[in-house]
């Protein structure tokens, strides 16, 4: 895409979309306003029903969940929605859950969304991406794919779990698998990096992107000292189910890792068979869905920008939007 028509296309967006997409221009893509008009968008993007909506359900919930009121679906929503730290109506809502980051479900539940948000200075929020940093590093840099045990190793598991995939017990941990998952993908990608921990990310975003990982069926973990096993499907892990195709290209955009990668390659080239004759981008709709009591980060279920969907133009405002900003990223 050339210069001229990334400006044409900016300025259409800007011209015919929503106050959350002219939002998101401006402070993402740096759009030329002034000091008023700036204000303005911002009074409009708080004035929106979905951005009043979205940081009603924060707090009024659990943290882990499907439903909208569940706190990992709300605050990706607002992140969604280009509200940060700063922002008083999100800071009222946040700062609790910073505060209390692992006193009552694990930290990957929240602090991977806090970070995106921008409080990724908080004491408790920092401490937890530093220590899943090193800890994912050092799974990464062995690159071993052999990740489940033989049919011989698993004959020792109970009844329930016989002749089911189950990863060797080395990946396991209390606090979370130490395999790479969606969540760290996230929070990898929304870390204000500086050149060590952007190094160790990129070996964690290789190890992941490599088509042994990208192809594995997902499976389950074994705690041996209790003798169980936990949940840990495939949509768990950082692999790009078709259902996210567009969140997760937004997130490995970032990393050269990954944009090297078949899948990545792969997945960008199936948005660009979506460009029209005019230049811009019109999705299918599955892969832009907004569906109630959905998760966002499991099933890509929360992908809409505040566009009315009764209208004609929706798909092709907020593919093209999209589309731009999978490729800002890539620049990055």
Aim: with cysteine.
């Amino acid at each position: 895409m050339n210069a001229d028509t990334k400006t044409a296309l900016l300025e259409w967006l800007l011209a015919s979309a929503g106050p959350i997409i002219r939002w998101r221009l401006v402070t993402d893509f740096a759009l030329p306003v002034s000091k008023k008009e700036l204000a303005k968008l911002r009074t409009a993007l708080l004035a929106t029903d979905e951005v009043k909506r979205w940081l009603d359900n924060l707090g009024s919930g659990s943290i882990h969940g499907s439903k909208d009121t569940d706190a990992e679906n709300a605050m990706a929503k607002l992140v969604e929605f280009g509200l940060r730290a700063g922002v008083p109506e999100l800071d009222d809502k946040m700062l609790p859950y910073a505060d209390k980051v692992g006193q009552y479900q694990p930290s990957w539940l929240s602090a991977p969304f806090l970070i995106a948000a921008g409080y990724a200075t908080h004491k408790v929020v920092r401490k937890w991406f530093l220590g899943r940093l090193d800890a994912l590093y050092e799974v990464a840099c062995k690159r071993d794919y052999d990740l489940y045990l033989s049919p011989e190793r698993a004959g020792d598991l109970p009844k329930a779990w016989q002749g089911k995939m189950i990863y060797k017990p080395r990946y396991f941990s209390e606090e979370l698998g130490l395999l790479p998952t969606c969540y760290d993908l996230y929070a990898l990608a929304h870390w204000p990096h500086t050149p060590e921990t952007r190094k160790k990310a990129e070996v964690i975003v290789s190890f992941v992107s490599r088509p042994e990982f990208q192809t594995t069926p997902g499976g389950y973990f074994w705690d041996q000292a209790k003798n169980r096993c936990y949940a840990a499907g495939r949509a768990w892990l950082a692999c790009c189910e078709p259902q996210r195709v567009v969140l997760f290209l937004e997130l490995a955009a970032r990393f050269g890792s990954a944009r090297k990668s078949a899948w990545f390659k792969e997945a960008l080239s199936q948005l660009e068979r979506h460009r029209t004759d005019a230049g811009t981008y019109c999705f299918p709709s599955d892969l832009l869905k907004e569906t109630k009591n959905s998760y966002y980060i499991y099933q890509g279920a929360h992908m809409g920008l505040g566009e009315n969907r009764r209208k004609r133009d929706w798909r092709e405002l907020e593919s093209t939007f999209r589309m731009l900003n999978i490729k800002r990223l890539m620049e990055l």
